[in-house]
DNA sequence: ATAATAAACTACTAATTCTATAGACTATAT
DNA sequence: ATATAGTCTATAGAATTAGTAGTTTATTAT
């Protein structure tokens, strides 16, 4: 029941990127590990899984770089999350994405709350778009 | 962000005996995993777990058995899932219970939204007390 | 007493996942 | 041409998870 590191470095890249929106100038892998502390060959791989999601653009060469492909008011931390860790249900079993049978079925009652904690949930992180992140 | 299937087994182990508290009666661990679909040597070792935390009583013998060791009203789910997985927080530095420097520090923002997060989860734990979950 | 039953305990293993690193390749600005 | 910066694939070490196995201890009934 938490959080992976990949996801918390993701979420932490796309601020940084979303701080750097207004200006429109691009920022290096080196430079959002650096500012971060995140380790650099590992956010590479996380900036290519965001870019592939369409959630990030990426320049090759010298002032080359990383830029947010969409305005950070249109990117929701939930679909961040999801994107890199998968669902995020507190029990595989109440996700919406896959059904599988898990032995928590046998407690209708207890499904119930996990359920009502998996909205609540996604629904605060989905309400949570980067521009809320910004410093 | 997910629940293991270890405290998945616990709360539906408590409950079996939740539901045989007013009798009296003794569940074996055969029992309790038949009823409810769980590995019997893998319940086994949550059993005992559960035990060294007093939440249940153990007799040996021919006719021995498990039973809770409190009124179901007393035993909530927040303290078994801790029991069983550690600290319920989506994020570990979110958790009260340890504090360990995680990227995510760097976001005062966020980290803030994951311990409102956090508590959230936390207080409907622990309103869901055994009792509310018997059939 | 003894056999049968059921919990207690310890050890182990197989598979998966997570975090991270390595290295070769491609594109581009100067 | 060269340096810079992203792309892609493979891999490795550690930790965790779920589950199994086997032996020991206590208790009940015969």
Known sequence: MKLSVKS???CLA???LAEAYQSGKLCSITVVAESKGIPKKYLEQILL???HGGYVRSYKGPKGGYKL??????I???EII???DGALAPVESVSTYFFEHTPIEKSPRLLEVFRHL?????DTLEQLTLDKLVE
Chains 1, 2 share one sequence.
């Open 8 to 10: 918390e470095y993701a």
């Open 76 to 78: 929701n931390i939930a």
């Open 118 to 122: 998996r909205n609540y949930i996604s």
């Open 82 to 84: 999801r994107l890199m």
């Open 14 to 16: 796309l601020i940084t």
């Open 69 to 74: 492909a969409k305005d950070p008011a249109q």
């Open 49 to 51: 899984i965001l870019k």
